[in-house]
């Protein structure tokens, strides 16, 4: 016996991928990938240029402690000075204490790790660190930092300081401090100066014409006998 067919063909379904079913903080990207496998997931890249960002847990860890630091009260121009920046974490009250005390203490409060950097800048001095740049801060005294400071101009000029903390793959800014130094320039300095600052061909005509101003005393001395 031959069976008619149905007037109309059953409709199918929608399909259903296998992926639906399984929760979204399984595949996170599912959110913006098509239903199914269809859409690769996507490949998580990072720029070598990217400095790493510190987590949250490791802010929270940060502790307020305090800072001083010294700079001299006056300079000299090409005369090295020492600055010295001090961070306590043993819990007194201050870091003064661990400072030399013949210059300009500033005090303050920072927040740190367990691990700090602090760093010295200025565009008219030549600096050399005396001391590691990074440090583990010490429960039982002072962590002490110090640089030999070396001023290349006359005039006021900034001294900065920066204080950072150490992660494990992120180094985070913490705090900066701005001192200015007032550089003089006395005695015989002031011809090291003008021998720096001066325009070399001004110095070569200089040093000729004395040279031939003498020359020509030497002639009119031996003319008149």
Sequence with gaps: MMMEAPAEAPVPGPTRSMRADIPADVFPESAEA?????A????????ANVTPQANESFVETLKSVPVAHETPSSA?????????????????????????????????????????????????FEIVPMSP???????????????????????????????????ED????LRTFRDTVTVQVSGINRAI????QANPL????????SAIAGLIGVVRFFGRR
């Design 202 to 209: 001004f110095v070569l005509l200089g040093g000729l014409g």
């Design 40 to 47: 690769p997931p996507p490949v998580m890249t990072r720029s």
């Design 133 to 167: 740049d990074v440090q583990a801060l010490s429960p039982l005294t002072e962590n002490v930092w110090r640089w030999s400071v070396l001023p290349l101009s006359a005039g006021s000029h900034d001294l900065v300081f920066e204080i950072y903390a150490i992660d």
């Design 34 to 38: 098509a239903p199914g496998f269809d």
């Design 76 to 124: 000299e121009y090409k005369r090295a000075f020492d600055v010295t920046l001090a961070i306590d974490s043993t819990g007194d009250d201050t870091a003064a204490d661990a400072l030399p005390g013949r210059g300009n203490v500033i005090e303050g409060e920072a927040l740190v790790s367990d691990r700090v950097e602090a760093r010295l800048s200025g565009a008219n």
């Design 170 to 173: 992120a180094v985070v800014p």
């Design 193 to 196: 100066a003008f021998a720096d």
